[in-house]
C-alpha cells in the first residue's frame, strides 16, 4: 500500500551520461547546432591569430619561440622585458576588449617590473569590468612601475564609492 499523499505516477527513468550522448549524436538539429558553434569558434580564433601576429612575429624575431600567445607564455615564462614590451604595445593597440584582456593576464606572467601606464589606461578607459578586474589583478600580482599617482586616486575612487555605498544601506 501506497503511502497517504504518494504521487501513484512513477518517476521516469533516469537517462546516463552515455545515453544522453547517443541520444544528442542522432538529433540532426542539435549536430548543426554543435557545427555552428564551432565554426564561430574557429572564426574568432582565426581573428585572434590574425590580429596578434605582428605582436607574436614581433617577439619571435627578438629569438623567442612560440607559435599562439599560450604557447608563448609557456615556454617563455616568466616573461622579460623584451616580451612584457611588446605585450605592453599590443595592450595600447588592440581594440576588442576579449583580446586585450587576454593579453593583460599574460602580462600577469612577467618575471621584472615594467611600465604599468598602459594597464592603467585602459582600466581608465573602458567600461568592461571583466577587463579592469584582468588590470587590477595583472597589476596585483606583478611589479609594474609609474603608477602611484594613478593608484593614489584610485584609491580615493574606491574610498569614495565604498563611503556612498555605507550610507545608502544607512551605516
Known amino acids: ?10 518517476r521516469p527513468r ?3 551520461a552515455e545515453e ?20 564561430r569558434i574557429e572564426k ?21 619561440q612560440g607559435s599562439t600567445l ?9 616573461l622579460d622585458s623584451t616580451i612584457v614590451s611588446v605585450l605592453l604595445k599590443a595592450v595600447g593597440e588592440l581594440r576588442n576588449p576579449r583580446d586585450v584582456e587576454m593579453v593583460v593576464r599574460a602580462l600577469a606572467a612577467s ?13 581608465s578607459t573602458t567600461d568592461d569590468e571583466s577587463l579592469k578586474w584582468a588590470c587590477i589583478n595583472t597589476i596585483a600580482t606583478t611589479s609594474p612601475t609609474n603608477i602611484d599617482e594613478w593608484m593614489a586616486t584610485l584609491s580615493e575612487y574606491w574610498s569614495d564609492v565604498l563611503v556612498g555605498c555605507r550610507s545608502n544601506r544607512g551605516t
Not at 596578434?52 to 619571435?60: D, E, G, R, V
Open 70 to 78: 599560450g604557447d608563448m607564455l609557456s615556454r617563455n615564462s616568466p
Open 20 to 39: 544522453v550522448i547517443a541520444e544528442l549524436s542522432r538529433d540532426q538539429a542539435y549536430l548543426q547546432r554543435q557545427q555552428k558553434q564551432l565554426r
Open 44 to 64: 574568432i580564433e582565426e581573428e585572434w591569430q590574425a590580429e596578434f601576429m605582428p605582436y607574436l612575429t614581433a617577439i619571435n624575431r627578438s629569438g623567442y
Open 14 to 16: 533516469r537517462l546516463t
Open 111 to 123: 618575471g621584472a617590473p615594467y611600465d604599468g601606464t598602459a594597464l592603467a589606461n585602459v582600466f
Open 1 to 10: 500500500m501506497d503511502k497517504p499523499g504518494a504521487s501513484s505516477l512513477k
